[in-house]
């Protein structure tokens, strides 16, 4: 069994949620990502290109990490890895998906909503959990009342993070990365608009760069 605690996201600071459904464009759409400074991606499985994107970003750009997103089911999750994912995200908790994982030695980040699901995931070896949908559910004060009685579990808060909440999110010192459809949208995918992508990566990158300062002079 793989030890979860090698988390894939440990420099992250930020990992783009993208859904795409141009193959032909997942090249420029990861040059994009590494010229603005997030070389992370999570395709999640919404569109039926999901394991073509992924398998183009990695061969177009190895140097990112390219996970898959919204895998709901053990069969999307063999089909991601089989495309090259190099992680696994759930909005969910479900226990074949996350069993399928660990028995692979394939890192997963199944989604917790409650103190129970994160005590589950953390029972089972878990230590690095997706917050979803986190601004819903109480944004960067859910994160610090976890912190608590779970000290030693790293967050990936998704679902409302923008630039304008991404600085007060990563300054947190129980968060590994953030999630978030705005760098990469749909709309700004469909439209081809890779300068905005790019501007949206770069612009992120620099605020991530400056909440890490503070975080580090916090401790
Ligand atoms: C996800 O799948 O992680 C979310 O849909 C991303 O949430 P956001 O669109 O609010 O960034």
């Known amino acids: 069994m793989t030890d979860l605690r ?10 783009p949620v993208i859904t795409m459904d141009r193959v032909d464009d997942a ?5 994009a990502l590494v010229e603005g400074g997030i070389p992370y991606a ?21 140097q990112m990490m390219v996970g898959a997103g919204t895998v709901l089911t053990v069969e999307q999750a063999d089909r991601a890895v089989r495309a090259g994912a190099q992680y696994l995200v759930s909005p969910a908790f479900d226990t074949a998906v996350v069993s399928w994982g660990e028995e692979r030695s394939v890192p997963i980040i199944p989604g917790v909503a409650t103190a129970t699901e994160v005590n589950t995931a953390w029972q089972r070896g878990l230590r690095t959990l997706k917050l979803f949908p986190v601004e819903q559910l109480g944004g960067v004060g859910l994160l610090q009342a976890l912190r608590g009685p779970f000290p030693d579990i790293e967050f990936v808060p998704t679902g409302g993070i923008t630039p304008h909440n991404l600085a007060n999110y990563a300054r947190q010192p129980n968060v590994v990365a953030c999630g978030g459809s705005w760098i990469a949208s749909r709309e700004a995918l469909s439209g081809r608009k890779f300068d905005d992508i790019l501007a949206a990566a ?3 990158s620099k605020i991530l760069r400056r909440a890490r300062e503070q975080r580090s002079e916090a401790r």
């Open 202 to 204: 770069q612009e992120a």
């Open 42 to 62: 999570e395709v999640t499985f919404r569109t039926p290109a999901a394991p073509r994107v992924i398998d183009r970003m990695r061969s177009e750009s190895p």
């Open 6 to 15: 090698d988390d894939p996201l440990t420099d992250a600071g930020l990992v």
């Open 27 to 31: 090249g420029l759409l990861a040059a």
